[in-house]
Structures are given as structure tokens and as C-alpha cells.
């Protein structure tokens, strides 16, 4: 196998552009419950590879400053336009606020307790009521990095950005001449603008610039956007595994057999669909790099579909002999998998190679869709985004159209068109208001004419304060022969009208839909009206546009499994079942008052079960866990969010008890001292603990990721020595924990 040649000389790049990795397919939202991947390889932490060898959490916080905060050494902070927007450090609660912005700060940092990095460029530009338009360049640089004995060089990050009105101008920039030139890497991963960044934890692989190099800048520069924001923590380099293939961009096609033409994915089909000869089901395809510091063999793409947690197909693409390191490789798997039945159909892309993967969870990517009977939708239920008619070139009007372009292959009869009406929680000024009214209509493309032609329509309707923020079903209005439509191309869509009349002020008038992000979407398929040109043309988002047919036999209900892993209480002793200690679930499944039976462990696991019968499909519940039917021993106690899951015709929940955190010790604060020594270490120090009062101490350490690598509990005790030894774990920043307080240790 070929070993990657790390640069010895100086590169002379201007201006290299190279498309990295890495979209990350995660659901966000807190206390979320989505299943757990069907392939869930553990992760390696090896020494040397994938060694961290230098990590920031922004930890600036300095209250002799009084500014609050003080800059380290050899960091460089600059704004060429001269107008003081300056890169600054913010408190993990300190929000970011502007003319368009009203967001609670950097929502995905790993370390949101010890503040983040952020260009605050709305606020900049709005100050005392009062709009500018300055637009950067703006940039900070870390300290000078020695990469010499580090032939490989992985950069990664958190961040969360947006940009308008423009592309994003969102870019590391590398050099290893001290600035003569530089390699720019993108970070906006095909985000467009005006919506939220669509990677918040790249990881990019630098060796062609870095590797082996004495002298690596490292620079975040921001241009050409006057409005928004980009937030960044929890940056760190470390060395490649040999074997580190990414499976980085993933295609889902539902095939035409009819057009001989790809569709892109759907999130719902109604059974009638699907049950034609021109529906070719779906095919898969996707794109491999090689991340790793070795170049891979025998690579292939695995494409697995489970209907209702039971494999239904497997299939393997052809295998490439090599793909070299930092190059990338195209895989597809032309055996489409057609649907049968009503049902969950999970669908699992792996890739896969000959080496033993040195970080298997970023090979998989898995999307979920669904045969109903009734619901034919391009999207989910869930908003990432919005879609208006503000930013298109004939001036935000009324009476424009926003639509979704549907493919009947059987002739059906269509029932109503539902729409997600949306007031921006960021904006309520400028998104639907109370008042605004709408109508829905149907279009059917004549290839005669070469136009869509009106089909039918519902009542012209006024939004009301219950229609914010949901989805609005309208029924159409039906004459007994108009809602029967043959096959064809459709387009459902929304008229609008915002009492701005033409060419509205978008700040003041704007009818505001929801936009779906979670998915692979088909180009083209999301189309838009102007009333002045009366012609239809494509938009970039996925509006939130369904069209419903009058078809029924799906089951209404479904068993729900909750599954929920106690392995951390029992460890720290707030839970012991062996004493008779018992965990149920209460929520809207049961009026909040505990199930008729408890969860059960039946083969020791730590992994308790229960599954509740016959809930209503398709609804969203509620619910958290607790310990001897007692509140006060419940998750969250403090009073967070409850855990919120959507029901559908297939229901495994895979939870952690309290999201993994730590309960039942009392957070005394240590008013004497922890000492930690040596620190830095080689892998092996000293934990030393003195407090004025006896309590108990739950001690744990976590790598930069989260994940413990260490935890103990003691009892009763006013002072508390031990020698902990993380030499196995990969050099780098960790966090020691001891009750309420957190210090950093780096293992050198």
C-alpha cells in the first residue's frame, strides 16, 4: 500500500479551493429521540493516529479585564475596513443579537460553559436603530504551529454560521511560508444564503498544506456579508488514522421508469404510488474521500433498507482497487429496492474498504421514508428554515406562488393540500402575521401548451393565531370531477398575500412558509410563480408544501418501544435495582402519571425496556423517565424539556438516562482547593481535593468529544487524593470534573 509523501518545501498556492468533508447527518434539537443507526461502530482513540495534538475551547474569560475577557499569545485579531468589527470572545450565555438576529449563542458547542468565538456582524451593523452596511473582511489567526513531526494534519471545529445577502464568504485560509501564500478551504459545505450552516462540526484534512511543515498559519476570515453571524469553538488538529475513509455526500434517487429520470428523495408516498410499473423505487448513490494518511483498497458502498426494523435489502456497489489519500471516489448501486406495504423504510448507506476503519461512525448516513396511504410530501415534519418570495428578483408581491412539484403515477383522488404556516421565532416582524390570508391551488403541466394549467383550488383562507407555527391543512374544493387527476406532473402550491401589495417592504410584508434541510432533495423540484411574468421557475428551498389524496388503510395505531440505558446511575449508586429500585415512564402516553408496569431489564444489560400498545400514529408525545415513580427523582429535574418523539408506524427509542448526565450527588461547591499534578502530563497525575465540609465527590474526565474516560464516585469524605492515569487515551484536552467544578488537563 502507498504511504501519502508529506510536503517538505514550501507549497505555492494561491487561492486552493478543495471541497472537504464532511456533511454530518445529526439531529440536533435537545432531548431528541432518534433511533439509533442500524451500523453503530465504536470509535478509536489510538496514540498517534488520530492524536490530538493541540485543542481550544475558548476559554478567554479574565475578570481583571474589563472587557471580561483577555486574548492568549500569539493569537492575531483583525478587521481590514477599519471600522472596529472585531472577532470577540462571548460567555457560553451570552446570546447574539442584531436587526435579523436573536439567537442564544453557538447552539452547538461541545464546551458552551467556558464561552466561544464569534463575529457578531448583525449587531455590528445595527446600533441604536440604525443599519450599516459594512461587510468585512474580517479575521483571526491562531498561534504559529510547529507540524514539522506531524506528517498528518486533521483540522476540526464546531461552528454555526449565517450570511446575507450573498454566498457564503466563510473560509479557512492555510499557510506554511508565513503568509506569502495561502490555501483556502471552504467552510460553508454547499450552504447557501440566508439559511443556517449546513455542517456545524467540519473536519477538514490540511496534511497537503500542513503536514510536516515548521511554520502553519491558520487563519478564519469572513467577506462580502454585511448581516448575520459565524460562531466558533472547540477547534483541534490531530494526526489522520492510516485507514479514514468518509462516506461524504449521499444521493437517495426514486426512479421514473416512465421519464427514464431520477427523482431525488421523497419523504412520504402514498401506497397507491407506489404500486405502478412507471414507480422504479430507489436507487443509491454516494461520494467516498479518503481522509486517511494510507490509501484505501477494495472500497465499496453498501446500501441496506429496513422496513420496520427487519432487513429487506442489501446490495454492494462494484469495489475500486485504491482510492489515494485526500482523493475522493463516486459509488453507485443501480439494483433499485422497490417498497411493499405500509411502513418505516430505513434506509443505511455504509462505506466500507479492506483496513479496519480508524473512525467508522462518519462511514454511514441513514435516512427514513415512508408509505402511507394519504400524505404524499418531498418533506418532514420539522422546519429547518423558511421559504418566501422576499429575495426573488420581481420585489416580494402579492398573489405570489410558492410550490412543490408532485409525479402521480396512478390516477387518484386528491383530498387537500396542507402547508407549515410559519412565524420566525428569530423575526416575528417580518414573517406571517395574524391577518394575512392564502390560498391553495393545484396545477397539471399540459405538454401542448408547455404550461401548468389550473386544476382546482381551496377556500381563499385568513391565517389565525392557531395556524402559527403548524401545519394547515386546507380541504379543496371539490366539484366531482376536478379532485380525480390522472397521471402526470403537479405542482401543489400556496398564493400569498401580505397586504403589501406589490413589490413590498420585505422588513414589514412577508408571508413566511416552513423549509425543510434534513434531506437529499431533487433539483428542480421546488418551483415558484411570479404574478407580474406569470411564469414558473426554480427555487433553492424545499418548501413545506404537501399534497394529500383520498386513499385510507394504513394502520391508525402502533406499539411504541422505549428503551432507556441506565448503566450511569447504577455505576453511581442512584440506582440500584438489586434494593428493589424501579424505572418507569410518564408523560402524554399516560396523563403524566407512570405506566401500569415497569420497564424491564431481562438479560442484566443496563438497558431497560417497555413497550406501550396501540398509540396514535403519526403525533408527537412526551414523556421523561423516573426512578421509583418519584418526581423528584425524575430526568431533567431541574425542570428542563421534556423528550418529544413523533410516532409513526415502526417506534424503537433508544435513550440515556438524563442524556448521560451524572444525578444523585450532592453539588457542594469545594471552597478550599483541587489540585492537579503535573499538568501538563504524560498520561499519569495526581488528584488532590480539600474542602471545609464533608461530601460526596463524583469525579469524571471527558475527552474534548464528551466522552468519559474516566469516573468515580466517592462518599462522605472532606479531602481526597488518587493518581489517575489516562495513558491510554490519545494525547490532547480533557476535562476532570470533581462535582460543580470543571479544570482542563493536557496529556502531553
Known amino acids: ?186 467552510m460553508a459545505f454547499e450552504t447557501a444564503t440566508n439559511i443556517f450552516c449546513k455542517n456545524p462540526n467540519p473536519e477538514v484534512n490540511i496534511t497537503e498544506v500542513a503536514g510536516g511543515q515548521p511554520h502553519v498559519w491558520i487563519r478564519f476570515q469572513w467577506a462580502s456579508n454585511a448581516e448575520y453571524f459565524w460562531c466558533i469553538d472547540d477547534i483541534s488538529l490531530s494526526e489522520a488514522f492510516n485507514a479514514e475513509l468518509q462516506l461524504e455526500t449521499p444521493w437517495l434517487y426514486m426512479v421514473d421508469n416512465e421519464a427514464n429520470d431520477n427523482e431525488g428523495f421523497t419523504y412520504m408516498v402514498p401506497l397507491s404510488q407506489t404500486g405502478t410499473d412507471n414507480f422504479g423505487g430507489y436507487t ?89 396511504d394519504s400524505i404524499y410530501s418531498l418533506s418532514d415534519w420539522d422546519y429547518e428554515t423558511y421559504s418566501s418570495t422576499a429575495g426573488w428578483t420581481t420585489g416580494n408581491n402579492d398573489g405570489d406562488y410558492i410550490g412543490i412539484v408532485y409525479d402521480i403515477k396512478k390516477t387518484t383522488e386528491v383530498n387537500s393540500i396542507s402547508t407549515f404556516i410559519l412565524q420566525r421565532k428569530d423575526n416575528p416582524k417580518a414573517s406571517t402575521k395574524v391577518g394575512y390570508t392564502f390560498q391553495n391551488w393545484l396545477f397539471k403541466y399540459d405538454a401542448e401548451q408547455d404550461a401548468y394549467i389550473e386544476v382546482i383550488s381551496g377556500a381563499f383562507t385568513e391565517v389565525t393565531q392557531e395556524m402559527l407555527s403548524k401545519w394547515v391543512t386546507i380541504p379543496l374544493d371539490k366539484d366531482g370531477e376536478s379532485e380525480f387527476i390522472e397521471p402526470g406532473i403537479y405542482i401543489a402550491a400556496i398564493q400569498t398575500y401580505h397586504g403589501g401589495g406589490a413589490i413590498a417592504d420585505n422588513s414589514i410584508y412577508r408571508f413566511t412558509i416552513g423549509s425543510d434541510q434534513s434531506h437529499q432533495y431533487p433539483g428542480g423540484k421546488t418551483l415558484v410563480r411570479f404574478i407580474s411574468g406569470d411564469t414558473w421557475g426554480t427555487n433553492s428551498d424545499l418548501s413545506m408544501i404537501r399534497l394529500n389524496v383520498a386513499e385510507s388503510g394504513a394502520p391508525a395505531t402502533a406499539d411504541v418501544t422505549f428503551n432507556v440505558d441506565m448503566t450511569l446511575p447504577i455505576r453511581n449508586g442512584y440506582f440500584n435495582p438489586t434494593a428493589g429500585d424501579y424505572v418507569d415512564v410518564a408523560g402524554t402516553i399516560n396523563g403524566w402519571n407512570g405506566t401500569s408496569s415497569h420497564l424491564t431489564d431481562a438479560d442484566g444489560d443496563g438497558i431497560y425496556t417497555l413497550t406501550v400498545p396501540a398509540l396514535a400514529t403519526f403525533q408527537n408525545i412526551e414523556y421523561k423517565y423516573r426512578i421509583n415513580g418519584n418526581w423528584n427523582t425524575s430526568e431533567f429535574p431541574s425542570g428542563g424539556a421534556n423528550r418529544v418523539y413523533r410516532t409513526s408506524f415502526y417506534n424503537m427509542i433508544n435513550d440515556v438516562y438524563n442524556n448521560g448526565i451524572s444525578m444523585g450527588v450532592e453539588l457542594n461547591t469545594l471552597t478550599s482547593s483541587i489540585k492537579v499534578y503535573p499538568n501538563p502530563t504524560d498520561g499519569m497525575f495526581t488528584l488532590d481535593i480539600s474542602n471545609t465540609q464533608v461530601t460526596d465527590l463524583n469525579i469524571l474526565v471527558t475527552n474534548i468529544q464528551g466522552q468519559s474516560v474516566y469516573q468515580k464516585m466517592v462518599k462522605s469524605v472532606s479531602t481526597h487524593q488518587e493518581n489517575i492515569d489516562l495513558s491510554a487515551f490519545a494525547r490532547g484536552m480533557y476535562f476532570l470534573k470533581v462535582n460543580n467544578q470543571v479544570m482542563k488537563v493536557l496529556v502531553k
Not at 302 to 330: C, H, M, P
Request: charged share 20%.
Open 284 to 372: 443509491f448513490k454516494a461520494g467516498f474521500l479518503n481522509a486517511g494518511y494510507e490509501d484505501q483498497e477494495s472500497c465499496f458502498l453498501n446500501a441496506e433498507v429496513f422496513k420496520n426494523g427487519v432487513s429487506v435489502y442489501s446490495k454492494n456497489s462494484e469495489k475500486v482497487t485504491d482510492i489515494w489519500t485526500l482523493q475522493r471516489d463516486t459509488f453507485a448501486i443501480t439494483d433499485p429496492f422497490v417498497p411493499s406495504g405500509y411502513g418505516n423504510y430505513k434506509m443505511v448507506l455504509t462505506a466500507k474498504q479492506k483496513a479496519v476503519d480508524g473512525r467508522p461512525a462518519n462511514n454511514v448516513y441513514t435516512d427514513t421514508y415512508f408509505v402511507t
Open 1 to 186: 500500500m502507498k504511504r501519502f509523501t508529506s510536503l517538505l518545501v514550501v507549497l505555492a498556492i494561491f487561492g486552493l479551493s478543495y471541497g472537504q468533508n464532511i456533511r454530518q447527518f445529526t439531529n440536533y434539537a435537545p432531548y431528541s429521540n432518534e433511533q439509533k443507526k442500524m451500523v453503530t461502530p465504536p470509535e478509536q482513540a489510538l496514540k498517534g493516529e488520530g492524536e490530538v495534538f493541540y485543542s481550544e475551547t475558548f476559554d478567554f474569560a479574565d475578570p481583571s479585564n474589563p472587557r471580561g475577557w483577555s486574548l492568549p499569545a500569539g493569537w492575531q485579531v483583525t478587521e481590514e475596513g477599519d471600522f472596529g468589527q472585531y472577532w470577540v470572545w462571548r460567555a457560553g450565555t451570552d446570546s447574539i443579537k442584531g436587526k435579523f438576529t436573536f439567537l442564544p449563542g453557538h447552539i452547538y458547542s461541545k464546551t458552551p460553559e467556558d464561552g466561544y468565538w464569534v463575529l457578531p456582524m448583525d449587531e455590528y451593523n445595527y446600533v441604536d436603530g440604525t443599519s450599516t452596511a459594512n461587510a468585512g473582511t474580517n479575521w483571526f489567526q491562531l498561534p504559529e504551529f510547529d507540524c514539522s513531526t506531524h506528517p498528518s494534519v486533521i483540522f476540526k471545529m464546531t461552528q454555526y454560521f449565517r450570511v446575507c445577502c450573498g454566498s457564503p464568504d466563510v473560509k479557512m485560509r492555510v499557510s506554511n511560508d508565513l503568509g506569502v501564500h495561502w490555501a483556502d478551504f471552504n
